[in-house]
């Protein structure tokens, strides 16, 4: 199995606050990703990272921001949460150029 | 219109048949083939690893590419219950390009084997 951990794995919040979505990995891969996952949509990639300091935005325009300071860690924080935030938040990572992703069990997210 | 189809289902089938996953898409550039299976409440799994066309088989799964019909699909013989779960069908581009890592998802068939 894949060593990828997201915490929590659920959220409840009310909007307007600001949360922190943790996503870490034990396999010393040097590229992750967040994706968006809702009830009969693709995943949606909204972050991705080749390495400690380089993020990129994916495909789905997101309000949160991540960054990699370790390689084993890729937080996604959303400053101000809003209903429209309501999602499953999936991390992954890859070993290498055209490796398969891990996936981490997610993050469901309700805002109140 | 979506770069990859495939059918939502749900798909019911009775323990110990064969089974028939598919997804289409548009663009032809696209090299290597994915599935992958996600259990409620939990991420996606890699099942299948696949590049370009043709079969490759593992224990009851195996995927098929038809490029030239941009068409794969995914059997699974001899159901059994622990199958049920939503079959996400993936790809991406050739290793060669800067945009490699992306995968473009299928929405998922959700699959319902019964006893």
């Known amino acids: 199995e894949a060593d990828i951990y997201q915490t929590p794995r659920y959220l409840v919040i009310g909007t307007g606050k600001k949360i922190t979505l943790e996503c870490s990995q034990t396999?010393?891969?040097?590229?992750m990703y967040w994706y968006q996952q809702d009830p009969g949509m693709e995943l949606h990639l909204i972050h991705y990272?080749?390495?400690?300091?380089?993020?990129e935005k994916g495909d789905l325009s997101s309000e949160s921001t991540v960054s990699r300071i370790r390689t084993e860690h890729f937080p996604l924080t959303l400053e101000s949460a809003r209903p429209s935030h309501t999602s499953q938040y999936l991390c992954?990572?890859?070993?290498?150029?055209?490796?398969?992703?891990?996936f981490g069990n997610g993050t469901r997210l309700t805002v109140t | 219109q979506k770069e990859v189809e495939q059918d939502p289902g749900p798909l019911s089938v009775p323990e110990g048949a064969i089974v028939s996953l598919n997804c289409t898409y548009s663009?032809?550039?696209?090299?290597?083939f994915m599935w992958y299976r996600q259990y409620s409440r939990k991420g996606p799994e890699l099942l299948m690893y696949?590049?370009?066309?043709g079969n490759k088989e593992d224990g009851r799964f195996t995927a098929q590419v038809d490029k030239s019909s941009k068409y794969i699909s995914l059997f699974i013989r001899d159901s059994q219950p622990s199958d049920s779960a939503t079959y996400l069908c993936?790809?991406?581009?050739?290793?060669?390009?800067?945009?490699?890592?992306?995968?473009?998802f299928g929405t998922g068939t959700r699959l319902q084997v019964t006893l």
């Open positions: 663009n032809s550039a696209f090299q290597y």
């Open positions: 696949t590049y370009s066309s």
């Open positions: 990272s080749y390495g400690v300091n380089s993020t």
């Open positions: 992954a990572s890859s070993a290498g150029q055209g490796t398969p992703l891990h």
């Open positions: 993936a790809m991406r581009l050739g290793i060669n390009t800067g945009t490699a890592s992306k995968l473009t």
């Open positions: 396999m010393g891969h040097d590229k």
